[in-house]
Protein backbone atom coordinates (compact mmCIF):
# COMPACT_ATOMS: atom_id res chain seq x y z
CA UNK A 1 0.00 0.00 0.00
CA UNK A 2 1.63 3.55 -1.10
CA UNK A 3 0.51 7.48 0.12
CA UNK A 4 -0.78 6.68 -4.25
CA UNK A 5 -3.35 4.15 -3.18
CA UNK A 6 -6.43 5.67 -3.41
CA UNK A 7 -8.57 4.11 -0.82
CA UNK A 8 -5.34 5.14 1.68
CA UNK A 9 -5.86 8.72 0.21
CA UNK A 10 -9.61 9.42 0.46
CA UNK A 11 -9.99 7.82 4.30
CA UNK A 12 -7.04 9.99 5.34
CA UNK A 13 -8.45 12.84 3.52
CA UNK A 14 -12.18 11.89 5.18
CA UNK A 15 -10.97 11.03 8.50
CA UNK A 16 -9.50 14.25 8.27
CA UNK A 17 -11.95 16.80 7.57
CA UNK A 18 -15.03 17.79 9.59
CA UNK A 19 -17.04 16.87 9.81
CA UNK A 20 -15.71 13.21 8.84
CA UNK A 21 -16.76 11.47 5.41
CA UNK A 22 -15.82 8.72 3.44
CA UNK A 23 -17.69 7.63 0.12
CA UNK A 24 -19.62 4.97 -0.53
CA UNK A 25 -17.84 3.93 -3.46
CA UNK A 26 -15.87 2.04 -0.96
CA UNK A 27 -18.87 -0.04 0.32
CA UNK A 28 -18.41 -2.32 -2.43
CA UNK A 29 -15.65 -5.00 -1.95
CA UNK A 30 -16.59 -8.68 -1.44
CA UNK A 31 -18.48 -8.52 1.77
CA UNK A 32 -20.32 -4.99 0.47
CA UNK A 33 -21.40 -6.95 -2.78
CA UNK A 34 -23.22 -9.76 -1.12
CA UNK A 35 -24.64 -7.21 1.36
CA UNK A 36 -25.75 -5.38 -1.32
CA UNK A 37 -27.33 -8.26 -3.25
CA UNK A 38 -29.47 -9.14 0.29
CA UNK A 39 -30.62 -5.27 0.73
CA UNK A 40 -31.99 -5.91 -2.60
CA UNK A 41 -34.01 -8.76 -1.41
CA UNK A 42 -35.13 -7.22 1.62
CA UNK A 43 -39.14 -5.98 1.79
CA UNK A 44 -37.77 -2.44 3.02
CA UNK A 45 -36.11 -1.71 0.04
CA UNK A 46 -38.79 -1.45 -2.87
CA UNK A 47 -36.26 0.23 -5.34
CA UNK A 48 -35.37 -3.17 -7.09
CA UNK A 49 -39.19 -4.51 -7.05
CA UNK A 50 -40.35 -1.47 -8.42
CA UNK A 51 -37.98 -1.49 -11.58
CA UNK A 52 -38.07 -4.91 -12.15
CA UNK A 53 -41.91 -4.79 -12.13
CA UNK A 54 -41.06 -1.82 -15.30
CA UNK A 55 -38.74 -4.43 -16.61
CA UNK A 56 -40.69 -6.90 -16.40
CA UNK A 57 -44.27 -5.70 -18.07
CA UNK A 58 -42.85 -3.47 -20.28
CA UNK A 59 -40.12 -4.31 -21.60
CA UNK A 60 -41.59 -4.27 -25.13
CA UNK A 61 -42.53 -0.69 -24.94
CA UNK A 62 -39.11 0.29 -23.53
CA UNK A 63 -37.09 -1.33 -26.58
CA UNK A 64 -39.86 0.62 -28.88
CA UNK A 65 -38.50 3.63 -27.44
CA UNK A 66 -35.17 2.79 -28.18
CA UNK A 67 -36.40 3.14 -31.91
CA UNK A 68 -33.97 0.53 -33.51
CA UNK A 69 -34.64 -1.50 -36.10
CA UNK A 70 -34.17 -5.35 -35.98
CA UNK A 71 -32.23 -5.53 -38.48
CA UNK A 72 -29.67 -3.01 -37.76
CA UNK A 73 -26.65 -4.25 -35.60
CA UNK A 74 -26.55 -2.29 -31.54
CA UNK A 75 -24.87 -2.01 -28.72
CA UNK A 76 -26.57 -2.58 -25.30
CA UNK A 77 -24.18 -1.09 -22.53
CA UNK A 78 -24.59 -1.37 -19.21
CA UNK A 79 -22.80 0.57 -16.83
CA UNK A 80 -22.46 -0.61 -13.19
CA UNK A 81 -24.35 -4.08 -14.46
CA UNK A 82 -24.65 -5.20 -11.22
CA UNK A 83 -26.58 -8.94 -11.14
CA UNK A 84 -28.74 -8.65 -14.08
CA UNK A 85 -31.81 -9.62 -12.48
CA UNK A 86 -33.82 -6.92 -14.31
CA UNK A 87 -31.79 -6.50 -17.26
CA UNK A 88 -32.56 -9.86 -17.82
CA UNK A 89 -36.00 -9.16 -18.73
CA UNK A 90 -34.56 -6.50 -21.61
CA UNK A 91 -32.19 -8.99 -23.14
CA UNK A 92 -35.12 -12.03 -23.38
CA UNK A 93 -37.14 -9.51 -24.97
CA UNK A 94 -35.02 -8.58 -27.53
CA UNK A 95 -33.79 -12.07 -28.51
CA UNK A 96 -37.46 -13.06 -29.05
CA UNK A 97 -37.91 -10.17 -31.26
CA UNK A 98 -34.73 -11.36 -33.28
CA UNK A 99 -32.91 -8.04 -32.58
CA UNK A 100 -29.17 -8.30 -33.52
CA UNK A 101 -27.14 -6.55 -30.56
CA UNK A 102 -23.94 -7.22 -28.49
CA UNK A 103 -24.81 -6.58 -24.53
CA UNK A 104 -21.74 -5.02 -22.60
CA UNK A 105 -21.59 -5.20 -19.13
CA UNK A 106 -19.57 -2.61 -17.27
CA UNK A 107 -18.34 -2.91 -13.94
CA UNK A 108 -15.55 -2.39 -11.61
CA UNK A 109 -15.98 -5.04 -9.17
CA UNK A 110 -14.41 -8.36 -11.45
CA UNK A 111 -16.07 -10.62 -8.81
CA UNK A 112 -20.33 -8.88 -10.04
CA UNK A 113 -18.92 -9.31 -14.05
CA UNK A 114 -18.51 -12.98 -14.12
CA UNK A 115 -21.20 -13.83 -11.52
CA UNK A 116 -23.43 -11.76 -14.44
CA UNK A 117 -21.33 -12.87 -17.99
CA UNK A 118 -22.32 -16.98 -16.55
CA UNK A 119 -25.56 -15.72 -15.41
CA UNK A 120 -26.30 -14.50 -18.56
CA UNK A 121 -24.74 -16.91 -20.81
CA UNK A 122 -26.83 -19.92 -18.79
CA UNK A 123 -29.84 -18.10 -19.43
CA UNK A 124 -29.63 -17.37 -22.90
CA UNK A 125 -26.79 -19.25 -24.67
CA UNK A 126 -27.46 -16.89 -28.28
CA UNK A 127 -26.58 -13.96 -26.35
CA UNK A 128 -23.46 -12.72 -27.70
CA UNK A 129 -21.85 -10.99 -24.32
CA UNK A 130 -18.35 -8.23 -24.16
CA UNK A 131 -18.13 -7.66 -20.26
CA UNK A 132 -15.94 -4.93 -19.86
CA UNK A 133 -14.15 -4.46 -16.23
CA UNK A 134 -13.39 -1.26 -14.50
CA UNK A 135 -14.61 2.15 -13.36
CA UNK A 136 -17.51 3.66 -15.91
CA UNK A 137 -16.07 6.82 -15.90
CA UNK A 138 -13.12 5.72 -16.94
CA UNK A 139 -14.23 3.27 -19.29
CA UNK A 140 -16.75 5.53 -21.52
CA UNK A 141 -13.82 6.45 -23.67
CA UNK A 142 -12.79 3.05 -24.76
CA UNK A 143 -17.00 1.70 -25.17
CA UNK A 144 -17.30 4.31 -27.97
CA UNK A 145 -14.28 3.67 -30.41
CA UNK A 146 -16.79 1.36 -32.19
CA UNK A 147 -19.32 2.82 -34.53
CA UNK A 148 -22.25 0.64 -33.87
CA UNK A 149 -25.41 2.24 -32.83
CA UNK A 150 -25.55 2.57 -28.83
CA UNK A 151 -28.14 2.37 -26.50
CA UNK A 152 -26.73 2.69 -22.28
CA UNK A 153 -28.60 1.74 -19.71
CA UNK A 154 -27.67 2.99 -15.73
CA UNK A 155 -30.28 1.54 -13.83
CA UNK A 156 -31.40 1.27 -9.86
CA UNK A 157 -30.72 4.88 -9.22
CA UNK A 158 -26.95 4.45 -8.63
CA UNK A 159 -26.50 8.18 -10.08
CA UNK A 160 -28.66 9.06 -6.91
CA UNK A 161 -24.98 8.28 -4.96
CA UNK A 162 -23.30 11.03 -6.95
CA UNK A 163 -23.71 14.53 -5.50
CA UNK A 164 -25.59 16.64 -8.23
CA UNK A 165 -22.68 18.54 -9.39
CA UNK A 166 -20.82 15.43 -10.09
CA UNK A 167 -24.18 13.24 -11.95
CA UNK A 168 -24.13 16.32 -13.74
CA UNK A 169 -21.13 16.12 -15.38
CA UNK A 170 -21.40 12.26 -15.55
CA UNK A 171 -24.68 12.55 -17.84
CA UNK A 172 -22.74 15.47 -19.69
CA UNK A 173 -19.73 13.05 -20.41
CA UNK A 174 -21.86 10.39 -21.63
CA UNK A 175 -24.13 12.86 -23.63
CA UNK A 176 -20.70 13.68 -25.10
CA UNK A 177 -20.59 10.26 -26.36
CA UNK A 178 -23.67 9.55 -27.83
CA UNK A 179 -24.62 10.34 -31.12
CA UNK A 180 -28.09 11.84 -32.30
CA UNK A 181 -30.92 9.85 -31.16
CA UNK A 182 -28.78 7.20 -29.76
CA UNK A 183 -30.22 6.58 -25.88
CA UNK A 184 -29.72 6.59 -22.16
CA UNK A 185 -31.95 4.56 -20.37
CA UNK A 186 -31.70 5.87 -16.81
CA UNK A 187 -33.33 4.27 -13.96
CA UNK A 188 -33.98 6.52 -10.94
CA UNK A 189 -35.90 6.35 -7.54
CA UNK A 190 -38.26 9.12 -7.17
CA UNK A 191 -39.10 11.54 -4.31
CA UNK A 192 -41.67 10.35 -1.98
CA UNK A 193 -42.08 10.57 2.12
CA UNK A 194 -39.90 9.86 4.79
CA UNK A 195 -41.97 7.02 6.05
CA UNK A 196 -41.05 4.55 2.80
CA UNK A 197 -37.68 6.24 2.15
CA UNK A 198 -36.07 5.61 5.56
CA UNK A 199 -37.09 2.28 5.97
CA UNK A 200 -35.59 1.31 2.89
CA UNK A 201 -32.23 2.53 4.34
CA UNK A 202 -32.75 1.22 8.21
CA UNK A 203 -34.10 -2.15 7.64
CA UNK A 204 -35.24 -4.45 10.88
CA UNK A 205 -33.28 -6.88 10.43
CA UNK A 206 -29.88 -4.54 10.40
CA UNK A 207 -28.37 -5.57 6.70
CA UNK A 208 -27.69 -1.90 5.93
CA UNK A 209 -26.54 -1.19 9.41
CA UNK A 210 -23.73 -4.11 8.35
CA UNK A 211 -23.46 -3.19 5.16
CA UNK A 212 -21.87 0.12 6.38
CA UNK A 213 -20.08 -0.86 8.98
CA UNK A 214 -18.34 -3.12 6.64
CA UNK A 215 -16.71 -0.07 5.45
CA UNK A 216 -14.82 0.01 8.80
CA UNK A 217 -13.91 -3.73 8.16
CA UNK A 218 -12.06 -3.07 4.97
CA UNK A 219 -10.31 0.38 6.20
CA UNK A 220 -9.27 -2.13 8.95
CA UNK A 221 -8.19 -5.20 7.12
CA UNK A 222 -6.72 -2.96 4.10
CA UNK A 223 -5.64 -0.02 6.25
CA UNK A 224 -4.34 -2.24 9.18
CA UNK A 225 -6.84 0.40 11.44
CA UNK A 226 -8.08 -0.60 14.52
CA UNK A 227 -11.76 0.17 14.12
CA UNK A 228 -13.59 -1.46 16.93
CA UNK A 229 -17.36 -2.00 14.89
CA UNK A 230 -18.94 -1.96 18.35
CA UNK A 231 -17.94 1.83 18.83
CA UNK A 232 -20.27 2.95 15.63
CA UNK A 233 -23.84 2.87 14.98
CA UNK A 234 -25.79 3.35 11.36
CA UNK A 235 -27.30 6.19 11.41
CA UNK A 236 -29.74 6.98 8.62
CA UNK A 237 -31.07 10.86 7.67
CA UNK A 238 -33.71 11.69 5.48
CA UNK A 239 -36.44 14.46 4.79
CA UNK A 240 -38.90 14.74 1.97
CA UNK A 241 -37.48 18.56 1.84
CA UNK A 242 -34.32 18.01 0.76
CA UNK A 243 -35.04 14.27 -1.19
CA UNK A 244 -32.07 12.58 -0.26
CA UNK A 245 -31.21 9.82 2.09
CA UNK A 246 -27.92 10.15 3.81
CA UNK A 247 -26.11 7.49 5.72
CA UNK A 248 -23.45 8.17 8.49
CA UNK A 249 -21.79 5.80 10.97
CA UNK A 250 -21.72 7.71 14.55
CA UNK A 251 -19.27 6.92 17.02
CA UNK A 252 -21.08 5.41 20.37
CA UNK A 253 -18.45 7.18 22.36
CA UNK A 254 -15.40 9.25 22.46
CA UNK A 255 -11.94 7.73 21.16
CA UNK A 256 -9.40 7.33 19.06
CA UNK A 257 -8.62 4.84 16.30
CA UNK A 258 -4.99 3.84 14.52
CA UNK A 259 -4.64 3.60 11.16
CA UNK A 260 -1.36 1.87 10.53
CA UNK A 261 -0.50 2.23 7.19
CA UNK A 262 -0.99 6.26 7.60
CA UNK A 263 0.49 5.66 10.87
CA UNK A 264 -1.76 8.12 12.52
CA UNK A 265 -4.39 8.58 14.98
CA UNK A 266 -7.93 9.68 14.18
CA UNK A 267 -10.11 11.44 17.49
CA UNK A 268 -14.06 10.55 17.48
CA UNK A 269 -15.97 12.65 20.20
CA UNK A 270 -18.70 10.74 21.43
CA UNK A 271 -21.97 11.34 18.75
CA UNK A 272 -19.74 12.53 15.93
CA UNK A 273 -20.65 10.98 12.77
CA UNK A 274 -18.51 9.83 9.35
CA UNK A 275 -20.95 10.84 6.61
CA UNK A 276 -20.61 7.66 3.89
CA UNK A 277 -23.37 7.59 1.31
CA UNK A 278 -26.04 10.25 -0.32
CA UNK A 279 -29.07 8.22 -2.38
CA UNK A 280 -31.02 11.36 -3.75
CA UNK A 281 -34.71 10.86 -4.88
CA UNK A 282 -35.66 12.37 -7.93
CA UNK A 283 -38.33 14.47 -10.16
CA UNK A 284 -38.48 15.56 -13.59
CA UNK A 285 -37.35 19.20 -12.88
CA UNK A 286 -34.78 17.68 -10.61
CA UNK A 287 -33.29 15.69 -13.73
CA UNK A 288 -34.26 18.16 -16.01
CA UNK A 289 -32.04 20.59 -13.88
CA UNK A 290 -29.13 17.75 -14.56
CA UNK A 291 -29.62 17.42 -17.99
CA UNK A 292 -29.28 21.66 -18.72
CA UNK A 293 -27.50 21.93 -21.40
CA UNK A 294 -26.23 18.26 -21.98
CA UNK A 295 -28.26 17.98 -25.27
CA UNK A 296 -30.03 14.88 -23.72
CA UNK A 297 -33.77 15.21 -23.39
CA UNK A 298 -36.08 13.23 -21.86
CA UNK A 299 -38.34 11.10 -24.62
CA UNK A 300 -40.09 8.68 -22.64
CA UNK A 301 -40.61 7.81 -18.74
CA UNK A 302 -41.72 4.52 -17.93
CA UNK A 303 -43.42 4.03 -14.26
CA UNK A 304 -44.29 1.42 -11.64
CA UNK A 305 -47.97 0.83 -10.26
CA UNK A 306 -47.18 2.64 -7.24
CA UNK A 307 -45.42 5.48 -9.36
CA UNK A 308 -42.35 5.24 -7.06
CA UNK A 309 -39.63 4.66 -9.45
CA UNK A 310 -39.27 5.67 -13.03
CA UNK A 311 -36.92 5.09 -15.90
CA UNK A 312 -36.33 7.55 -18.47
CA UNK A 313 -35.48 7.46 -21.96
CA UNK A 314 -32.85 10.26 -22.48
CA UNK A 315 -32.35 10.48 -26.33
CA UNK A 316 -29.77 12.74 -27.88
C1 LIG B 1 -26.45 1.26 -5.25
N1 LIG B 1 -27.36 2.28 -4.70
C2 LIG B 1 -28.30 2.78 -5.72
C3 LIG B 1 -28.01 1.91 -3.44
C4 LIG B 1 -28.91 3.07 -2.95
O1 LIG B 1 -30.11 2.85 -2.77
O2 LIG B 1 -28.41 4.19 -2.79
C5 LIG B 1 -27.00 1.57 -2.36
C6 LIG B 1 -27.60 1.35 -1.00
N2 LIG B 1 -27.22 1.90 0.12
C7 LIG B 1 -27.95 1.50 1.13
N3 LIG B 1 -28.86 0.68 0.66
C8 LIG B 1 -28.66 0.56 -0.67
Given at each position: MTENDPFLRDVKAGLSQNPKCISSHYFYDKAGDELFQQIMEMPEYYLTNAELEIFSQQSEAIIQSFEISNTEEFELIELGAGDGKKTQYLLQTLLEKNFKFKYIPVDISKNSLSVITERMQNLFPNLKCDPKQGDYFQVLDQLFSSDKPKVILFIGSSLGNMPDGIAAQFL????AHLKKNEK????LDLLKSKDIVL?????ASGITSAFNLNLLRRINREL???????NFEHAPEYTEKEGIAKSYLRSKKKHSVFIKELEEYFDFEENETIHTEISRKYTDEILQNLLKDSQLEITR???????????????K
Open positions: HKIALLLGPAYNDGADFDLEKFLDSKNFFADYILT
